[in-house]
């Protein structure tokens, strides 16, 4: 296990994400010691603040630009000092500057297989692709969206009655049982990064990640 297991989580709305790594917090190594939001009225804070986690709202709308956002935004998560930064349904576009700050310290999960299906409409996309199965991807942030490699991806089977809505929540169950495990599988120093490969317990994995079904995840 690393020296440092603390996690800061950004958010900008309704936090459920948020809530399922402090529901799961108790069994694994991680320690989420801040949850921050760019929107004052996020219920999420409220989530943190029941968890007695410390919750803060940096409204983006009192900045001038992007930058200078994401600049004092910096200077909040770094008093800090976390092992990793996740996002966990936080909106907005981060600048190169502080994606380069947290260079190999910063992921997200992203509700789809990547490199398929980047950007957003993710559920719709896939169905009309004619898909066969589905899913999201945990992986590490960089400038380019949703194209940093990829640590783990759980996968469903689409099914001819499938709606957009339908495979959304599908999928957002299997999100909130396996991103607080990769967040466990990094801070515990189980994850590393050679370059674009990622390697868990030095075994390098190929560019999907470890691969997990849902089935897999109901067993």
Known sequence: MTDNNRIVVLFSGNGSTLQSILDQQSKYQYQTVAAIT?????????????????????????FQDRSSFDQALIEQIDQYNPALVVLAG???????????????????????LLPKHKGLNTYQSALSAGDEKHGASVH??????????????ASTVIKETDTAESLEERVKVME???????????????????????????????????????????D
């Open 176 to 218: 909130q049982k396996v991103y607080p495990e990769a967040i466990d599988w990094i801070v515990s120093g189980r994850i590393t990064q050679n370059g674009q490969t990622i390697l868990l317990d030095q075994q390098p994995l190929d560019s999907q990640g470890v691969q997990i079904s849902e089935q897999h995840l109901e």
């Open 90 to 112: 936080y909106m907005r576009i981060l600048s190169s500057g502080f994606v380069s700050h947290y260079q190999g310290r910063l992921i997200n999960i992203h509700p789809s």
């Open 38 to 62: 760019n929107r004052p009225d996020a219920f999420g804070l409220q989530r943190a603040e029941k968890a007695d986690i410390e919750a803060l709202a940096l409204d983006h709308k009192q």
């Open 140 to 153: 590490f942030v960089t400038e380019e969206l949703d194209s940093g490699a990829v640590i783990l991806q």
